[in-house]
Every structure is written in C-alpha cells, then in structure tokens.
C-alpha cells in the first residue's frame, strides 16, 4: 500500500538506491542521475538501509498544511452562497462574497466547495442532450424548410441564400433556389416550383423566421403572415420549430451543401445565380441518388394542385385591404394610390378594396374580383429611418441602400431669397453706399492711379 501512494520521484529515488546496494551504480553516479549532492544520497541511504523503502515518503505526506482554510469558513461560504447566490457562478461569487461580505476565497477554490456541495454543475454536466426524432413515415407528409446565407460562389461573386426545401421522412432534396435575400416574395418564388413539380405536401417545418410567424399579434389582425396565409388558402399547415435541433434535418444539409455544392459550383465555373439555378437539377438528382433514405411506408401524401395557374399566382402574392378616402385615394407602401373615376369606384368611399401585390412587381387593385384602373402618386423611396432589419435580410437592404446613395445628389443650398423668387437685376440699391464699399472703391482708384 505505501508503494501506491509514493510519486514518481519517490520510486526513482528507491529503486537508484536499491542498484546502489546490488554494487550495479556508485553514490557518485547516483547523485548524477538524482540531480543531488552526494552527502544527500548517503542521508537516503542510511534512511533506506534502517527503515526500509517506506522511510524515504516526504515526511509532511498526510499532515494538514499551514495555510489550510478552517472547515468553518468554508460552511459560512456555503451558508451564504445558498441564501443569497445559490444562481451565481463561481467567479461572481467570489466576487460578492469579497465585495459585500469581506470573505476572499478563491474561484477555484469557490468552485470545489460548491461542485461538492451539489451548488454548482460542471459544463460537462449541464450539457442539454437532445433526444433525436425519428423521421416521418410517409413521403410529403413534413417538408422541412430553411434559407442559408453563404458566399455560394466564394470569391466570384457576393453572397446570397440559398433556399431548401427536403423531406423529413427520406432526407430527398426537393427543391434549391439561389435567391438574393430570404424574404416573403423568394419564399413564394420557390414554393411555386415545388408545387408544380411535386403537389401539396401535408405540412412545411420551419424556423421562427417573420416570413412564417409573427411574433407579436395584433388584436384585430388574422395572426398569419403572408407566406401563412397562402398555405392556408392552399391547405397546408405550417409548423414553426422551437430550436435549431428541432430541425436538424435541414441544417444538417445546409452544412453538406456550403461543402458540396460549393466546390461543385467552382468546378463548373459558376459565378452568378442565374447560371447557379440552372445547374441545382443536375446536382439535385445526383444528391438524391446518393444520400435519399426509403421512407418507413411506401405512401406518397403529395396532393394534387387541382388549381389554375391564374389562381395560384392571386394565392401566392401579398394581398391586403385599403380604405378608400373622400378622393378614391389610399395609401400603399408610402406610395398614394388614385382611382380612375368611372362608375364603380364612385360608389367605393368609405369601403375597402384588395391590392395585390405580385413577387414579379405587378399591382393591382380589385372590388369584388373586378380589377380598378388607377395611377400612382410615389414619393421619394428610400429605406425608412431607423427601420428594424432582421440579420438574414441585412445585405440586401444594405446593398440597396448603397445603390441608392449612388443615385441621390447632394441638395442644393439655396438662400431664404430665393424662396420668395427674388432674382437679382444688376442696379445699385438707392442711398449712400456702406462705408465698406467706399473703402474698397477708393483703394482701386488708387491703385489705378499708381504709375
């Protein structure tokens, strides 16, 4: 038992001293391999010859130290740590229990008392495990969602999203969209690509991203976004994960392709978004050959879209209500909205009509299916002050306030004369001149008069 608890410089020392006793190593060649002096090594010997090898453990070896804190001092940390920082880590701790209690104690120190006191959890032992979820069943039954900023083309060009779509239930890509921001209008843009290549699937699986869920509802307001309510129309649901793990499906693919397609795009020397698109099938059916799962269950709960091309773009557009003032003017994106005067919109004061305002740029204005002709009145565009702008959408506002800025010129100074139209004629103002002027009229008569 006394060779386990002797370090490894005790069991050198004895086992140097034991060839010193088998005639195989001189005290001079000892002391050489120890780093000690020869009278140490004769006062090692001595001690190993009459109390054997146990005689050469440090002799304070299970004495307490000097400088030892009293177990008293440690229970009143403790004691006031549980009445009053029983939340705090170590470190602040420590600090309060110095500022505000005059008990200097050291974090790590601290951090002992309380891991053994069952206060404090290591990282190690506050790690949250996420229990994985098994995949769906069915194929079309959760489409998981999700848009990934990257630089896509690294170098060649700046970066953009790229929006997902895959299945839960076989891990198939389903759809891939190079799209310059993630906003409602790219979302629709894509998902009118998946409905007309695979039909309605049962449910889509997103983030907490505004495109799908509005965060605060309004009273009055139907507490659906747009992208929420054309799924409605279309009779798909919408589900919004809590977590990042919740989705795990997509982000885990999001990461293969900022590996994959990446290095694919720059083998093809692909630079632009465009060009980007038309190369997503091609490597969308190689994917899917190579990493697909089969689904447990062999059903496919796509439905069908059963809808004409003209009502799928009226869903999958942002659409609002406007009231109509004393003018047949409203109000639409700080633009002003005027109605052709004609027999239907004289009677629609004081009513509200639907806008649509299509992802190709296209508006309309419509009274019960019928389509108004109107003009518009735009006021100077520009991103509002101090407006809130979600980190996913920060470099398209950016890259458009910049285009902006290129196109504005500095305003003109003008003086408070010249808003009343004042124009200037070339004759003297009446009276004597100020003193000034005379000065000034005398020194160049002068000075032309010099030879």
Sequence with gaps: MGWVMMSERELNRIEVLSQIEDCRLTVGAAANVLGLTQRQVYRLLNRYRTDGAAALRHKARGVKPNNRIRSGVRDFALTLIKEHYADFGPTLAAEMLADRHDLKVSRETLRKWMSEAGIWLPRAQRRQFHQPRLRRECYGELVQID?????????????????????????????????????????????????????????????????????????????????????????????????????????????????????????????????????????????????????????????????????????????DKRYVGQQLTFTYER??????????????????????????????????????????????????????????????????????????????????????????????PPGRPPLLAKSQATRTARQASDP
């Excluded at 759809?175 to 699937?201: D, I, S, W």
């Design 147 to 319: 848009g990934s900023d990257h630089r896509w083309f690294e170098d060649r060009a700046d970066p953009c999203t790229l929006l997902v779509f895959i299945d839960d239930a076989t891990g198939t890509l389903m759809q891939l969209l190079f799209v310059p921001t993630e906003c409602t209008n790219t979302y629709f843009e894509a998902l009118e690509l998946y409905l007309k290549a695979h039909g309605r699937p049962v449910a889509f699986y997103s983030d907490k991203h505004s495109v799908f869920r509005i965060s605060k509802p309004s009273k009055n307001g139907t507490g659906m976004t747009q992208f929420g309510r054309a799924l409605a129309e279309l009779n798909i649901e919408i589900l919004c994960a809590n977590s990042s793990q919740a989705k795990g499906r997509v982000e885990r693919a999001n990461r293969t392709l900022q590996d994959r397609l990446v290095k694919e795009l720059r083998l093809a020397g692909i630079s632009d978004m465009a060009a980007g698109n038309a190369f997503l099938p091609g490597f969308v059916a190689c994917f899917n050959a190579r990493f697909a799962k089969a689904p447990a269950r062999a059903d496919n709960l796509h439905r069908a879209m059963n809808t004409e091309p003209n009502r799928l773009s009226d869903v999958l557009c942002h659409r």
């Design 335 to 428: 633009k002003k909205i005027m109605l052709e005067v004609n027999d239907v919109t004289r009677g629609l004061i004081g009513r509200y009509v639907d806008t649509y305002a299509f992802p190709d740029g296209r508006f309309q204005v419509r009274w019960k299916g019928v389509t108004l002709p109107f003009t518009v009145f735009d006021k100077t565009q520009r991103v509002t002050h101090a407006a809130i702008t979600e980190n996913k959408n920060l470099g398209a506002v950016l890259a458009y306030v910049k285009d902006q800025q290129d196109k504005m010129r500095p305003p003109e100074v003008k003086p408070s004369s010249a808003k009343n139209g004042y124009k200037r004629t070339g004759r003297k």
